[in-house]
């Protein structure tokens, strides 16, 4: 868990520092996001790629890699400093590394958490993964906003952070048995990804509630600022209210056990509320709508991840779980693109228009995930 955390901090190293680089480089609100939103590029197709050979080849060989390339990615946003180029290929970078740990080592803590009950796993990365996404922009706003080297700084010590998952990591034993040739452990390579007659939940409900996971935190990190009005200090209160948008994801997941099937239902409602204080906050400048927007949001999408992963484990024959991990997360970090989408509408509208948009949207999806609630799933 420490590990996956550490890795998660460095994700959102760079997110308060954007208006850092704004001001430095002269970049439009298009190119921020564009920025913040090229990590899912990144991520995705290693999400497809390292989920599946852990199912071959073991856990242990894919994720430590991972775990050591992460720290390498933050070394190299260190190096970037005022070059847009190496910013990009820095935070492609992250994506990369990042879809490696997060898929294999999201299996990898449901494996090690099997004797303690359905859903553990789930709660226990979700609840790293959110600490470790919180945290990390709070630590770096605050530096970059008062210490010195703002750019440099926060990457070196998320550095040091990663060395120490690494040496925890090292000791975990491995779950999955490595099968000559590559094999699945069943030795049947038609082993279905989902079990028969499932695939319209995946479609239709998983898929959709995966998307919120990060659609819902990033939206107030990365857009909110750039369409509203912050206040002098910008780099650190975007640093808070990322660590307090994030750290509300990471309070909230432990609720899954009393919520139960309603994980989901109760996370879009909180998206949904979110987005319309966000949309108010944008439309009026009124900061007492943004200070209730970012925890709704960060606990809808803290209840969504939560919900997603123990769902995930549920319907994941044992071994393929790495390989629909990850395409749970891949369709989760598809929400990277929806401040981007925003900020482009926002040049054609008013820029609390999207906001109000994904309000209704989320709202629709609440209430088709309520009869799922009532059979039990989800």
């Not at 073991?58 to 070059?83: D, K, Q, Y």
């Not at 290929?89 to 803590?109: C, E, H, K, M, N």
């Not at 990591?169 to 390579?189: K, W």
């Amino acid at each position: 868990m420490f590990t996956l955390f550490a890795v998660a901090a460095g994700t959102n190293v760079p997110t308060p520092l954007l208006l850092v680089y704004q001001d430095r480089l002269d970049l439009s609100p298009e190119v921020l996001t564009a920025l913040f939103g090229c990590y899912a590029a990144g991520l995705v197709p290693a999400l497809f790629l390292a989920g599946p050979l852990s199912d071959r080849l073991g856990r242990r060989r894919v994720a430590l890699p991972g775990v050591v390339l992460a720290g390498l990615a933050s070394l190299a946003f260190a190096a970037a400093g005022g070059s847009l180029v190496l910013l990009f290929t820095a935070r492609f970078l992250q994506g990369v590394v990042s879809g490696v740990v997060f898929s294999v080592a999201s299996a990898w803590v449901a494996e090690l958490s099997a004797a303690s009950g359905e859903g553990a796993g789930g709660r226990r990365a979700a609840v790293a993964m959110t600490a470790g996404f919180s945290l990390g922009p709070l630590t770096s706003g605050l530096l970059g906003q008062f210490a010195p080297a703002p750019t440099v700084l926060p990457y070196l010590l998320h550095t040091v952070l990663v060395g120490v998952g690494l040496a925890l990591a090292v000791r975990l034993p491995e779950t999955v048995v490595p099968r000559p040739g590559g094999r699945r452990n069943s030795g049947d390579p038609a082993v279905p990804l989902l079990p028969p007659g499932n695939l319209g939940l995946a479609v239709t409900v998983l898929a959709p509630v995966a998307v919120c996971v990060y659609a819902f935190p990033s939206s107030v990190i990365s857009a909110v600022p750039l369409l509203g009005d912050l206040p002098a200090g910008g780099v650190a209160v975007t640093g808070v209210l990322a660590g307090v948008t994030l750290g509300a994801g990471t309070l909230v997941a432990g609720l899954q056990r009393r919520l139960g099937s309603w994980t989901a239902v109760t996370g879009a409602a909180l998206g949904a509320a979110g987005y319309a204080g966000a949309a108010l906050f944008v439309a009026t400048d009124d900061w007492p709508w943004l200070v209730a927007a970012a925890p709704l949001l960060g606990a809808g999408g803290g209840l969504c991840l939560a919900a997603g992963l123990t769902e995930t484990g549920r319907l994941a024959a044992p071994t393929r779980r790495g390989e629909l991990t990850s395409v749970f997360l891949a369709c989760a970090y598809l929400g990277f693109a929806v401040p981007f989408l925003m900020a482009t509408a926002a040049r054609s509208t008013q820029a609390w228009v999207p906001m109000q948009v994904a309000a209704v949207l989320t709202a629709l999806l609440a209430l088709r995930l309520v009869p799922v609630a009532r059979r039990g799933r989800i």
